[in-house]
Structure formats: C-alpha cells, structure tokens
C-alpha cells in the first residue's frame, strides 16, 4: 500500500511538473504520442504566417482591382460599342480644354488588347510587390498623366512655328496602359538598380528593361511621336522611386546650424 501510495504522488509530482512547463500531460488509458508543446515562439511563428497572409493578399487585390477596372472600359468599349473618342485623349482635344480625357484615357487597354491587358497586371504585381501602394499609385498617375502633357507640349511648340507640323497625329487617339506600365518598369528599374549593386545585378536590371522594351515593340511594332510617351513615363518612374534626391537633400537642421555657425566666425 505504501508502494503504491508513493506511485501515485510521484505520478502527480510529474503531472504537474509537465502543466508548469506547458506540458499537456498523457491520459489514463491511453497513450500520448507527442505531447502538445505551446511556446511563445510557436505564437510568434503564427502570427508571422498571419501577416504574410494578410500581405499577400492585400497586394493581390491591389492588382486584382485595377486591372478588372481596365478590363471592363475594355470590354464596355468593344462589346457594347463606346466610342473610343469618349475615353481617348487628342492633342487637339486636351488643347481645347478637355483635360479630363488625361487620365481616362488609362481606362482603355489600347490593341492589341489582350497582351497589353495581361503586361498591365503582371507588371503592376511586380510594382506591388516592390513599392509601397502610396508609391504605385502615384508612379501610375504621373506617368500617365504627365508623360503625355509633355509629349503634347512638344507638340504644341511645333505647330506654333509651322501650323502643319504633326498634322498626321493632332487628332490621334491616344489611350491605352502601356505608359502606366512605362512608369511602373522605371520605379522597379530604380530600386532595384539602387538594391542590387553588383554588376551582375545591374547587368540583370539593364537587360530586364530592354527584354521589356522588345516585348512592347514586338506587340506595337508601328509607333510614331506620341509613343515617345513611354520614354517619358519610364523616367517619371525612376525619378519618383530614386533615392538620389535622398541623398543629395541636406537636412533643414544642419543647413541652419551651419549658417548659424558661419555667421558668428563672421562676427
């Protein structure tokens, strides 16, 4: 009895040992293969896994909305018979005041439709998963509204000097996404030309924008002025996602202290 007695304290003693570890402890009757261990790293692991979750999400709906938005002015203009006219900008349209068609013109994925769609959403699921949305956003709105007011301006300096200059695309209709996927390929070109500072890896950026640029011409092999919207929209990019204006900038505090300091050697 006393034996038995003994065992059954012990077996308590181990019992509660095991809880105070965290320790789910076996079941009479039946057998524990491996006991349940809850640490605070295997919540931490959980919760990570949760927020990559999250992430990848957000950023899949953030291609996911865009890009159902263009394909649907797409499909409203070809299944439903919408004039491009009513979407699309002109040099001579945008000169009379319809500025509005600057940036309705990116609601239009321009022919061919299909490859330009699919370059659309791919290139934009690159951008998300390199810059921040904030960043996304205003890459694809300045490239596609500026790139084509300068390309415009030019335009307008020319015909100002010879009226017949550029007759052939005064009233073109210009629309379509491939500026936006312009300015997108230079904020990725950008930060990852400042990420990978080997010569492999540069070599890398260098031929993943130019492989970009054959793919383009290869699907739009006729271009003419108003394609020289691209270069511009590629180099908003850049400028937006470069951190060189970073490094140059002296920060305001230094600035005036060293001001500060001249002027009492000075004195």
């Known amino acids: 009895m006393i034996a038995e007695d003994d065992g059954c304290v012990q077996g308590r003693c181990r019992q509660e040992r095991l809880r105070a570890v965290g320790v789910r402890p076996p079941v009479r009757g039946k057998r524990l293969l491996r006991p349940v261990v809850r640490t605070a790293e295997g919540s931490e692991e959980g919760a990570t896994v949760a927020k990559l979750s999250e992430k990848v ?19 409203v203009n070809r299944l439903a018979g919408m004039p491009v006219a009513s979407l699309a900008a002109t040099p001579r349209a945008v000169e009379d005041g319809r500025l509005w068609l600057l940036v309705t013109s990116g609601l239009l994925a321009s022919d061919p439709w299909l490859p330009s769609l699919l370059g659309f959403a791919i290139v934009l699921a690159a951008a998300v998963w390199v810059l921040s949305p904030a960043l996304v956003a205003t890459v694809a709105g ?20 010879d009226p017949h200059a550029f007759a052939s695309v005064i009233d073109l209709d210009d629309y379509g ?19 990978w500072r080997t010569l492999r890896g540069r070599v890398g950026v ?26 511009v929209a590629f180099a908003i990019g850049v400028g937006l996602a470069s951190s060189l204006p970073r490094r140059l900038g002296v920060p305001v505090r230094r600035t005036v202290s060293i001001a500060l300091a001249a002027l009492t050697r000075t004195n």
Do not use: K, N
């Not at 999400?57 to 499909?75: I, Q, S």
């Not at 300045?142 to 000097?161: N, P």
């Open 57 to 75: 999400g957000g950023r899949a709906l953030g291609v996911a909305l865009p890009t159902a938005v263009v394909g649907a002015g797409t499909a």
């Open 142 to 161: 300045a490239g596609q509204v500026f790139s084509a007011v300068a390309v415009y301006a030019v335009v307008y300096v020319a015909r100002a000097v």
């Open 206 to 231: 260098t031929a993943g924008c130019l492989g970009c640029l054959a793919i383009g011409l290869a699907c739009r092999p006729d271009v003419d002025v108003l394609d020289s919207e691209h270069l």
């Open 177 to 195: 996404v491939s500026t936006m996927i312009a300015a997108w390929i230079g904020a990725v070109a950008a930060v990852s030309w400042s990420r």
